[in-house]
């Protein structure tokens, strides 16, 4: 008997609660149902269901196993699709958080273009600068940027991001460039203030080794986008990321410093639950994320801009 005919009876049956009902969706007799789910047991050597005249219940081991049978299912109907009428087909529901700079940068500008690749798929996308328990919040996906604490998420590699001290040339007229991050103390620095989610300091490589600086100055601020802006203006100098202010540099609105002191990059990330029950819309939409992120062409060339 097919293992996968078995499978996909097992699930029926527990999803419908009874034979009689399994057995109506292939319009077959009752009877066939049970011998499908009899021969499941006996393979595996275990009993999946409790079956009386008035109602089927599943055992311990019977719901544990309907989840995976579950997954399984939905694994191979997404194969399936991939391969169906010449290309990629993918429906359903993705739910995905980022940061509110990022996101607004880099990831909403990107959900059209998905969307019209695969236009069975919709697209919810959170964007909030505190860590979302993607688990416990129902999210297929987060983006995240900076270095990942430890977890039991599965994490792919997007794109490296590197963080920048960067001024307008008016300021680093008035004030001077730095020639050594410990000449930072000195200077109007634009900082994140103490109850944002990165409190980790300024990362700056010395002497082979990198060294946080937790700076102070005048102004401070919860909102990334809040500090760029002061810096912008002439207010100091901030600490962002290549993402936030490459389009600055290009244009010569800023100027970064104290590159011979830049830390290795950390990276942009896309995480997730579990890689082993990846619904196809979710694995394409991180492998959309990732070729795109991965053209060079996207973050521009910033060679020239320091």
């Known amino acids: 008997m097919d293992r996968l005919k078995q499978i996909e009876t097992f699930v029926a049956v527990a999803s419908k609660g009874s ?4 057995a109506a969706l292939e319009d077959v007799a009752p009877a066939v149902i049970g011998r499908r789910i009899d021969a499941l047991e006996a393979r595996l ?3 999946l269901m409790v079956r009386t005249t008035r109602r ?3 055992t311990h081991e019977g719901s544990a196993f309907l989840e995976d049978c579950q997954r399984l299912i939905a694994d191979f109907n997404s194969a399936e699709a991939s391969v169906s009428a010449g290309g990629v087909k993918a429906s359903g529901h993705v739910r995905v958080t980022a940061p509110g700079g990022f996101g607004r940068r880099h990831v909403a500008p990107l ?3 998905f969307l019209a690749q ?3 798929v919709s697209l919810s996308l959170n964007l909030s600068d505190r860590v979302v328990d993607i688990v416990n919040e129902s999210y297929d996906c987060a983006v995240r940027v900076g270095d990942l604490a430890d977890s039991s998420m599965v994490a792919v590699r997007l794109a490296d991001n590197r ?3 960067v001024a307008t040339p008016a300021y680093l007229k008035r004030a001077g460039v730095p020639q050594h991050p410990a000449e930072l103390g000195r200077h109007q620095c634009l900082v994140l203030s103490s109850d944002a989610s990165q409190t980790r300091g300024w990362a700056f490589q010395v002497e082979g080794e990198v060294q946080h600086l937790r700076l102070s100055g005048r102004l401070d601020c919860s909102d990334g986008q809040v500090l760029h802006e002061w810096c912008l203006q002439g207010l100091g100098l901030a600490w962002r ?3 936030e202010v490459q389009g600055d540099l ?3 609105r800023l100027v970064s410093v104290l590159d011979g002191f830049a830390a290795p990059p950390n990276g942009i990330y896309a995480m997730f639950p579990s890689a082993r029950h990846l619904p196809l819309r979710v694995r394409l939409w991180i492998d959309f994320l990732k070729h795109t992120y991965g053209d060079a062409q996207y973050w521009g060339d910033l060679s020239g801009c320091r």
């Not at 034979?19 to 399994?22: D, G, S």
């Open 163 to 165: 963080r920048l001290c």
């Open 111 to 113: 959900v059209p273009r």
């Open 241 to 243: 990321s290549t993402w």
């Open 118 to 120: 695969h236009p069975e």
């Open 19 to 22: 034979l009689t009902a399994a």
């Open 45 to 47: 050597g275990v009993k």
């Open 56 to 58: 089927i219940t599943l």
């Open 250 to 252: 290009a244009a010569g």
